[in-house]
């Protein structure tokens, strides 16, 4: 249904903000209720960019771009022409993610009830966060 179509563009667009290179279609389930199908909540999800040792590839392309370094607008583009939005309405999808994520991450992460106050990863994957969003906003804002 356009619903969950609309909400695995957003669970795309939330693993490569965060720098999940990981994510593959194998981390996209689908659950069964009835005659309706939904998709199940994310799982295996995390910030595979701020390890060094890591890959920078990432499993599943944008467009034809395998590293967010080399993600630009055509590619984003290109990769939402698969789900039938338009690219103002795909675009402002993204930008709406890119410019919410990085209070929501900080917010996370200095709330008591996280319990990820004080942790050096945190403050990496944050500034990850971050930075891939400013990034993001750049490119599809010219």
Same mark, same amino acid.
Request: aromatic share 8%; glycine share 4%; with cysteine.
């Given at each position: 249904?356009?619903?969950?179509?609309?909400?695995?563009?957003?669970?795309v667009? #939330?693993?490569?903000?965060? $720098?999940?290179?990981? %994510?593959?279609?194998?981390?996209?389930s +689908?659950?069964? /209720?009835?005659?309706?199908?939904?998709?199940?909540?994310?799982?295996?999800?995390?910030?595979?960019?701020?390890?060094?040792?890591?890959?920078p590839?990432?499993?599943?392309?944008?467009?034809?771009?395998?590293?967010f370094?080399?993600?630009?607008?055509?590619?984003?583009?290109? #990769?939402?022409?698969t789900? $039938?939005?338009?690219? %103002?309405?795909a675009?402002?999808?993204? +930008?709406?993610? /890119?410019?919410?994520?990085?209070?929501?991450?900080?917010?996370l992460?200095f709330?008591?009830?996280?319990g990820?106050?004080?942790?050096?990863i945190?403050?990496?994957?944050?500034t990850?966060?971050?930075?891939?969003?400013?990034?993001?906003?750049?490119?599809?804002?010219?």
């Amino acid at each position: 249904s356009a619903p969950q179509i609309l909400r695995m563009l957003d669970f795309v667009i #939330f693993n490569t903000l965060i $720098g999940n290179h990981d %994510a593959h279609a194998k981390n996209f389930s +689908l659950l069964y /209720a009835g005659k309706s199908v939904i998709l199940a909540p994310l799982y295996d999800v995390l910030s595979t960019a701020v390890y060094p040792t890591l890959t920078p590839k990432m499993a599943m392309k944008i467009g034809s771009a395998y590293k967010f370094s080399e993600v630009q607008a055509r590619h984003w583009d290109r #990769f939402l022409e698969t789900v $039938g939005l338009s690219r %103002a309405q795909a675009r402002k999808r993204i +930008l709406n993610l /890119a410019k919410s994520l990085p209070m929501t991450a900080r917010h996370l992460q200095f709330d008591p009830k996280s319990g990820f106050i004080g942790h050096d990863i945190i403050e990496k994957i944050v500034t990850v966060i971050e930075q891939r969003c400013a990034l993001t906003v750049r490119r599809l804002s010219n």
